[in-house]
């Protein structure tokens, strides 16, 4: 496994190409005319009952998923990027200017104002969170994990699930969770655990029964936990990494926010049918709470967790060039 995924390259192959093609795309933007403004995304990331309601005159443009390969320079430019945690510390704040949004940074709940802060003080007024998911435990035929699931992520090192296990394929994100594991040791174990590591296509290996786990985002698990009685999904009482939705404004573009979009999003009943597909607005907990009687028992405290649970959950915090280097060196000598 290569040593990609420690965000000093946007992506996880070619982060800094996103960077240096960021000065010349996002310019761009100045130059267009008469166009209308564009929201790039990754195709998948943004809730569907969301973009749809994009308003006139603005166009949604996809692209494939940023989470795996980006190699089309194209993607770059547009007036608003959505974009997950994952990439953001390979956009410069350079490229970026202020969200300028105060009716909704003011609204933010306490998880999104602490990934704010972990940003930094510039950055933080560059980037508004929109949404955020819990990473969760996906079983399939699950029954004997359940309680360890429930424990904590320990789970994940049972000799039982031994060539059964799928992680994101981000060896930050990987490390992180062995460390709440119980370090270099944790590291090793949990990488001799591994069927592979590959978020996009997860399901289908454990759908076609070459896997038992998948760690995933709650927004990607909820319509196979509807169809699939096979299916279980677990947030340990330990907490979760939180995977967020992101809002950010290129340096060139002089379209403002559309903040009655994103309103809209936290605003039931839109907001209410979002966190019933995993999508939890980034609110207070006792906003969100609100919604606990009105959702599905049997997956209420999955999309809904415990205020207590909820505080628990982390966000992964951008690393120093120094703190890169260690995690890669971690990375090359835990190899199996």
Do not use: Y
């Not at 119980?182 to 590591?197: I, P, V």
């Not at 096979?230 to 403002?256: C, F």
């Not at 207070?284 to 628990?312: I, N, Q, T, Y």
């Amino acid at each position: 496994m290569r040593t990609s995924g420690f965000p000093s390259r946007f992506s996880r192959r070619r982060l800094l190409q996103f960077g240096a093609v960021a000065g010349v795309g996002l310019v761009a933007s100045c130059r267009r005319g008469p166009e209308p403004p564009q929201l790039r995304a990754a195709r998948g990331l943004l809730p569907k009952p969301w973009s749809d309601q994009l308003p006139s005159p603005w166009t949604l443009s996809s692209q494939e998923a940023v989470t795996t390969d980006p190699e089309d320079e194209k993607q770059i430019g547009g007036d608003l990027h959505a974009l997950n945690d994952g990439w953001l510390q390979g956009l410069p704040s350079d490229q970026l200017q202020l969200i300028q949004a105060p009716p909704l940074e003011q609204r933010l709940g306490a998880q999104a104002q602490r990934f704010l802060e972990q940003q930094g003080e510039q950055r933080a007024g560059m980037v508004l969170p929109v949404g955020v998911s819990p990473w969760v435990l996906l079983f399939r035929n699950g029954a004997e994990w359940a309680e360890a699931a429930r424990a904590g992520w320990d789970v994940l090192l049972e000799p039982s699930l031994a060539g059964q296990v799928i992680l994101p394929a981000s060896p930050r994100w990987v490390i992180d969770l062995a460390d709440r594991c119980g370090g270099d040791a944790a590291l090793q174990r949990l990488r001799q655990q591994l069927l592979t590591m590959d978020d996009r296509r997860a399901t289908n290996w454990l759908l076609k029964d070459k896997a038992r786990v998948a760690v995933l985002p709650l927004q990607r698990c909820m319509s196979l936990l509807r169809r699939d009685p096979r299916l279980t999904a677990v947030i340990p009482d330990s907490g979760a990494p939180l995977h967020w939705t992101l809002l950010v404004r290129p340096k060139g573009t002089r379209e403002p926010l559309p903040q009655a979009w994103v309103d809209a999003a936290w605003t039931s009943p839109l907001r209410r049918t979002l966190l019933l597909n995993g999508w939890r607005a980034p609110l207070s907990a006792d906003v969100m709470e609100s919604h606990r009687h009105g959702l599905p028992k049997p997956w209420r405290d999955l999309l809904l967790p415990p205020a207590s649970l909820w505080e628990r959950c982390w966000s992964l915090p951008p690393l120093t060039g120094e703190e890169r280097l260690v995690l890669q060196d971690r990375w090359r000598a835990s190899a199996p």
